[in-house]
């Protein structure tokens, strides 16, 4: 794919990327549930540096076999079925919790009516 791309893009994506902000103070104080998904295959980013990024918050670690750095080009179905158990975890985390329901005077020495 990088080798269709015209030098000008390549150029601008490097740019882009060389600007953009240092994200490990945000990971760290990020409160957030976070899926980091890496290849097994991926010559720009590491097991490594993927299992550095995802101990700086709460981060599920994913490694795909065979596959490379365009997760979502190579393994979609991977990447769908991560981001999918990512928002049934947020889901169930802020589903409203209910309190056992008690009848009113039950177990104090009320008497029912």
């Known amino acids: 794919m990088a080798e269709a791309a015209s030098p000008e893009a390549t150029a601008w994506a490097q740019r882009a990327i060389a600007?953009?902000?240092?994200?490990?103070?945000?990971?760290?104080?990020?409160?957030?549930?976070?899926?980091?998904?890496?290849?097994?295959?991926?010559?720009?980013?590491?097991?490594?540096?993927?299992?550095?990024?995802?101990?700086?918050?709460?981060?599920?670690?994913?490694?795909?076999?065979?596959?490379?750095?365009?997760?979502?080009?190579?393994?979609?179905?991977?990447?769908?079925?991560?981001?999918v158990g990512l928002a049934d975890r947020v889901a169930a985390h802020h589903a409203p919790h209910h309190a056992p329901h008690h009848a009113a005077g039950a177990g104090k020495g009320g008497a029912a009516g």
């Open 19 to 83: 600007a953009r902000l240092n994200a490990q103070v945000v990971l760290r104080a990020s409160n957030v549930p976070t899926v980091v998904m890496v290849g097994a295959e991926d010559a720009l980013v590491s097991l490594d540096e993927a299992r550095s990024a995802a101990e700086l918050g709460r981060a599920r670690l994913v490694h795909v076999a065979e596959r490379g750095h365009l997760l979502p080009l190579e393994a979609p179905d991977e990447v769908t079925a991560e981001l």
